[in-house]
């Protein structure tokens, strides 16, 4: 029996984006910084999706006929959609288009979705929450007028950047050859086995939207050999591409192509096909004829017999910048960027200098070894255009492969004749959050499933907010391992691979492999046996006195160190005892910092007292400042966290003694403020309100916290204005007083504050926070509408802070 055999180079084309930036007075009017109200002009891109095309000229564009703007705020709540017809798109020369979009009040985010009809459904789940990550299409691909989605933030268009590009929710393929295999003759292809349907939207461009989506579209006929085919995006290891050629001019045969990508060691990794990807397979090396059927090379039993590398690169990048002399011209691509682990980067420039010019290439970075001029192809003259013809050439860079954590930039730059550009090379560095041979294990966080177990960062990434940088007003605490503090229940599992040295010189943490030589054990030091659950409030970072965790591979020389931060701690947030329009759940990060309060003891005097405080409120995404009426701070919602009830009592003899949803609010020994925490940080004029300016110069009241880090990382927390809710369900309550910081305590109104123990209404009176303007009050409220000892279940609901002691 034959073997057949293909070789194949698989090259993934990912466009660039065309950005351009607008002057910001295109977007803020007069002296204001608001958004103006008759609307923002955007720039719209559809990215490169073609072979062969350089954009220095206006080209032929695929269609925008329609397009839906959908407005969300600061929490994902839906605000509303408007439609804008073709007639409202208005084309650019250079292949973008302008088109003008109103911003509904409270709106944060901007999604575009083009060539779409959005409905209501599409655009907001049952929650009143963004839908378009679920919104499904199963209909044939339009590849003139695709289906195209982006977002944009207010805070970009308030910076003047009002360029956006619109990304395609399909992928597509193609197939060449070498030019030396004159026995082999390509007459068609097609994809098998991909997706049924796609999302319009996706939270992430590294992964298919749709995990678990049926994979069983095969198409009736056959592509042509020069001819594209567009797909949904499809998981890895299910598509397959089918080639129908004729090989030493016999009868057509079927050869099966897997999607793979090669990995450093020799070995295999199936390739996820995610959408606006361009996937060109080019056969490179044919050594028998192929299945006699289309049906027997797609029957799953029958494996790709191919093997096959893969370098993710842009095949193509499109030509973004041109300078000119009085006899020619010379243009260059965009910055380009590639894993650390690649070790070639694509280059496209064009001239119309003389035929016979020699162009000189040279780079600034040791890491950038050499060039090789992959091709070349001359470029007709465009219509209106009177430039002589050009010639576009493909060069390909030899890079060294990247094996530290960070990034390294260099520039390569482009001589023809007097005309130099510079193009910027990023190789970006080893990623070991995402790395498949060491995907971090958490173990003893209850609440996880064992999916999520599995790949601590990916769950990171995904379910907790409040942990990325931007979420921590620029701190990084997404890059490592962290314990908890307070009672820490959490430890971890780092794949051991052979060849490893690992080393870890801090007392705090220890670090063993296990029995099976498996995993690294990572443990912190004083969480076992009998000090397992001891509290401890001793707040540090590895830095680099400590080299906390180090793992060496002798065999792939790849070096990794595991950041270990004891700072903060994760927690689940539930919808329980939160009322309001906007509940919230999932998993928040939180960090702790120590604040200093002045308190009066029993006998009258003072002292002062450490309280561990969480640095925001419970079930906020982020621990920076909110004012509603500050135009820099006003996107900053998710500072407020939830909104909750203090008590359900319903009679007085509970309301006197019941405590449970106050218990039910706290996260293991952190629980909400009392009053002589607040009051005391008042009194040592810790907690306070200052007049602060934002990087505009607007003048705003800030509500915030010294702490004991001052000199440190985390010099201030705030307090952002919230208001409270009241109602007696969630569509009944209302929000009062949002321009009021408030907060509840677990502290009731009581004997000297106002009702004795014997009081009906004694228990129904809780203190709380009150900052408004610049003045700053302990008040009292009943934490339900009634009186004489009654509840209406008409409830209040404050936002609150938890500290330990």
Same mark, same amino acid.
């Given at each position: 029996?034959?073997?057949?055999?293909?070789?194949?180079?698989l090259?993934?084309?990912?466009s660039?984006?065309?950005a351009a930036?607008?002057?910001?007075?295109d977007?803020?009017?007069?002296?204001?910084?608001?958004?103006?109200?008759?609307?923002?002009v955007?720039?719209?891109?559809?990215?490169?999706?073609?072979?062969?095309?350089?954009?220095?000229r206006?080209t032929?564009?695929?269609?925008?006929?329609?397009?839906?703007?959908?407005c969300?705020?600061?929490?994902?709540?839906?605000?509303?959609m408007s439609?804008i017809?073709?007639?409202?798109?208005?084309?650019?020369?250079?292949?973008?288009?302008?088109v003008?979009?109103?911003?509904?009040?409270?709106t944060?985010t901007?999604?575009?979705?083009?060539?779409a009809?959005i409905?209501?459904?599409?655009?907001?789940?049952?929650n009143?929450?963004?839908?378009?990550?679920?919104a499904?299409?199963?209909?044939d691909?339009?590849?003139?007028?695709?289906?195209?989605w982006g977002s944009?933030?207010?805070?970009?268009?308030?910076s003047?950047?009002?360029?956006l590009?619109?990304?395609?929710?399909f992928?597509?393929?193609s197939?060449?050859?070498?030019?030396?295999?004159?026995?082999?003759?390509?007459?068609?292809?097609?994809?098998?086995?991909?997706?049924?349907?796609?999302?319009?939207?996706?939270?992430?461009?590294?992964?298919?939207?749709l995990?678990s989506?049926?994979?069983t579209?095969?198409?009736?006929?056959?592509?042509?050999a020069?001819?594209?085919?567009?797909?949904?995006?499809?998981?890895?290891?299910?598509?397959?591409m089918?080639?129908k050629?004729?090989?030493?001019?016999g009868?057509?045969?079927?050869?099966?192509?897997?999607?793979?990508t090669k990995n450093?060691?020799?070995?295999?990794?199936?390739?996820?096909?995610?959408?606006?990807?361009?996937?060109q397979?080019?056969?490179?090396?044919?050594?028998?004829?192929?299945?006699?059927?289309?049906?027997e090379?797609?029957?799953?039993?029958?494996?790709?017999?191919?093997?096959?590398?893969a370098v993710?690169?842009?095949?193509?990048?499109?030509?973004?910048?041109m300078i000119?002399?009085?006899d020619?011209?010379?243009?260059?691509?965009?910055?380009?960027?590639?894993d650390g682990?690649?070790l070639?980067?694509?280059?496209?420039?064009?001239?119309?200098?003389k035929?016979?010019?020699?162009?000189?290439?040279?780079?600034?970075?040791?890491?950038?070894?050499?060039?090789?001029?992959?091709?070349?192809?001359?470029l007709?003259?465009t219509?209106g255009?009177?430039?002589?013809?050009?010639?576009?050439?493909?060069?390909?860079?030899?890079l060294?492969?990247n094996?530290?954590s960070?990034?390294?930039?260099?520039t390569?730059?482009i001589?023809?004749?007097?005309l130099?550009?510079?193009?910027?090379?990023?190789?970006?560095?080893?990623?070991f959050?995402?790395?498949?041979?060491?995907?971090?294990?958490?173990r003893?966080?209850?609440?996880?499933?064992?999916?999520e177990?599995?790949?601590?960062?990916?769950?990171?990434?995904n379910?907790?907010?409040?942990i990325?940088p931007?979420?921590n007003?620029?701190r990084?605490?997404?890059?490592g391992?962290?314990?908890?503090?307070?009672k820490?229940?959490?430890?971890?599992?780092?794949?051991?691979?052979d060849?490893?040295?690992?080393?870890c010189n801090?007392?705090?943490?220890?670090?063993?492999?296990d029995?099976?030589?498996?995993f690294?054990?990572?443990?912190l030091?004083?969480?076992?046996d009998?000090?397992y659950?001891?509290?401890?409030?001793?707040?540090?970072?590895?830095n680099?006195a400590f080299?906390?965790i180090?793992?060496t591979?002798?065999?792939?020389k790849?070096?990794?160190?595991?950041p270990?931060?004891?700072?903060?701690?994760?927690?689940?947030?539930?919808t329980?005892?939160?009322?309001?329009?906007?509940?919230?759940?999932?998993?928040?990060y939180?960090?702790?910092?120590?604040?200093e309060?002045?308190?009066t003891?029993?006998?009258g005097t003072?002292?002062n007292?450490?309280y561990h405080?969480?640095?925001?409120?419970?079930?906020?995404t982020?621990?920076?400042?909110y004012?509603?009426?500050?135009?820099?701070?006003?996107?900053n919602?998710?500072?407020?966290?939830?909104?909750?009830k203090?008590?359900?009592?319903?009679?007085?003899?509970?309301? @006197?003694?019941?405590?449970?949803?106050?218990?039910? %609010?706290?996260? $293991?020994? *952190?629980?909400?403020?009392? =009053? /002589?925490?607040?009051q005391?940080l008042?009194d040592?004029?810790n907690?306070?309100?200052?007049e602060?300016?934002?990087h505009?110069?607007?003048?705003?009241n800030?509500?915030?916290?010294?702490?004991?880090?001052?000199?440190?990382?985390?010099?201030?927390i705030?307090i952002?204005?919230?208001?409270?809710y009241?109602?007696?369900?969630?569509?009944d309550?209302?929000?009062?007083?949002?321009?009021h910081a408030?907060?509840?305590?677990r502290?009731?109104?009581s004997?000297?504050?106002?009702?004795s123990? @014997?009081?009906?209404?004694?228990?129904f009176?809780? %203190?709380?926070? $009150?900052? *408004?303007?610049?003045?700053? =009050? /302990?008040?009292?409220y009943?934490f339900?509408?009634?009186s004489?000892g009654?509840?209406t279940?008409?409830y209040?609901?404050?936002?609150?802070?938890?500290?330990?002691e």
């Amino acid at each position: 029996m034959y073997i057949k055999k293909l070789t194949i180079w698989l090259f993934m084309l990912l466009s660039v984006a065309l950005a351009a930036c607008s002057d910001i007075r295109d977007i803020v009017g007069g002296d204001t910084q608001d958004l103006p109200s008759d609307g923002v002009v955007l720039t719209l891109k559809l990215p490169n999706f073609t072979k062969n095309t350089v954009a220095t000229r206006a080209t032929e564009q695929q269609q925008i006929n329609k397009l839906c703007v959908l407005c969300y705020d600061a929490e994902a709540n839906y605000l509303g959609m408007s439609n804008i017809t073709g007639a409202d798109i208005k084309p650019n020369d250079d292949g973008t288009c302008k088109v003008k979009v109103k911003v509904v009040e409270g709106t944060a985010t901007l999604h575009v979705v083009a060539n779409a009809e959005i409905t209501k459904s599409d655009a907001k789940d049952d929650n009143g929450k963004i839908n378009l990550y679920n919104a499904v299409r199963r209909t044939d691909i339009d590849l003139n007028a695709p289906v195209c989605w982006g977002s944009i933030t207010v805070t970009d268009l308030l910076s003047g950047k009002t360029s956006l590009t619109l990304v395609r929710q399909f992928a597509k393929a193609s197939v060449t050859k070498d030019a030396s295999l004159t026995n082999f003759e390509i007459t068609g292809f097609k994809i098998v086995n991909t997706a049924l349907s796609g999302t319009i939207a996706t939270r992430s461009f590294s992964e298919v939207a749709l995990s678990s989506v049926a994979c069983t579209a095969k198409p009736d006929n056959f592509a042509t050999a020069t001819g594209e085919q567009p797909f949904y995006e499809t998981p890895a290891d299910k598509a397959c591409m089918i080639i129908k050629a004729k090989y030493y001019n016999g009868p057509e045969t079927y050869y099966k192509v897997a999607f793979q990508t090669k990995n450093p060691n020799g070995t295999f990794t199936p390739m996820a096909l995610l959408r606006n990807h361009h996937y060109q397979v080019k056969v490179t090396a044919v050594n028998h004829a192929g299945y006699s059927t289309a049906e027997e090379a797609e029957a799953e039993t029958n494996l790709p017999e191919n093997r096959l590398s893969a370098v993710v690169v842009d095949d193509n990048p499109p030509i973004v910048d041109m300078i000119a002399c009085k006899d020619y011209e010379l243009g260059v691509c965009g910055k380009q960027t590639v894993d650390g682990n690649v070790l070639k980067a694509t280059v496209t420039f064009v001239t119309t200098n003389k035929p016979d010019f020699k162009y000189n290439v040279k780079s600034n970075a040791g890491w950038i070894t050499g060039y090789t001029e992959t091709a070349s192809a001359d470029l007709p003259t465009t219509a209106g255009h009177p430039s002589p013809t050009g010639r576009l050439y493909t060069i390909e860079l030899s890079l060294t492969e990247n094996f530290e954590s960070s990034a390294h930039t260099g520039t390569v730059t482009i001589t023809s004749g007097d005309l130099s550009l510079d193009v910027e090379i990023t190789q970006l560095g080893y990623d070991f959050r995402h790395d498949e041979k060491r995907k971090v294990q958490i173990r003893g966080l209850a609440g996880l499933t064992q999916e999520e177990q599995k790949d601590y960062f990916k769950w990171m990434d995904n379910s907790l907010k409040g942990i990325w940088p931007e979420e921590n007003q620029g701190r990084v605490r997404n890059d490592g391992l962290h314990f908890f503090v307070g009672k820490n229940t959490v430890y971890y599992l780092i794949p051991y691979i052979d060849k490893d040295d690992m080393t870890c010189n801090d007392p705090r943490v220890t670090v063993k492999l296990d029995s099976d030589k498996k995993f690294w054990e990572v443990r912190l030091a004083n969480n076992s046996d009998e000090s397992y659950n001891v509290n401890n409030y001793n707040r540090w970072i590895s830095n680099e006195a400590f080299t906390i965790i180090t793992i060496t591979n002798a065999r792939t020389k790849i070096t990794v160190t595991y950041p270990v931060y004891h700072v903060g701690l994760f927690a689940q947030l539930t919808t329980n005892y939160q009322l309001g329009k906007s509940k919230a759940s999932g998993w928040r990060y939180y960090e702790m910092v120590d604040v200093e309060a002045k308190v009066t003891k029993k006998d009258g005097t003072t002292e002062n007292k450490i309280y561990h405080m969480l640095d925001r409120n419970l079930g906020a995404t982020n621990n920076g400042y909110y004012s509603p009426s500050t135009t820099a701070l006003k996107d900053n919602i998710g500072a407020i966290g939830c909104y909750f009830k203090i008590s359900e009592a319903d009679n007085s003899n509970s309301a @006197k003694t019941d405590d449970h949803v106050v218990k039910a %609010l706290a996260i $293991d020994s *952190f629980k909400v403020c009392d =009053n /002589m925490c607040l009051q005391g940080l008042i009194d040592n004029n810790n907690l306070a309100i200052v007049e602060e300016k934002t990087h505009y110069g607007e003048v705003y009241n800030c509500l915030r916290i010294n702490t004991e880090d001052m000199d440190r990382d985390i010099p201030q927390i705030f307090i952002p204005m919230s208001g409270y809710y009241e109602g007696k369900n969630d569509e009944d309550a209302v929000c009062k007083d949002s321009y009021h910081a408030n907060l509840w305590t677990r502290s009731r109104l009581s004997d000297y504050q106002g009702f004795s123990e @014997k009081s009906p209404e004694y228990g129904f009176w809780y %203190l709380y926070l $009150d900052a *408004f303007g610049k003045s700053l =009050n /302990m008040s009292n409220y009943r934490f339900v509408s009634g009186s004489s000892g009654k509840n209406t279940k008409r409830y209040r609901a404050m936002p609150v802070r938890l500290v330990a002691e």
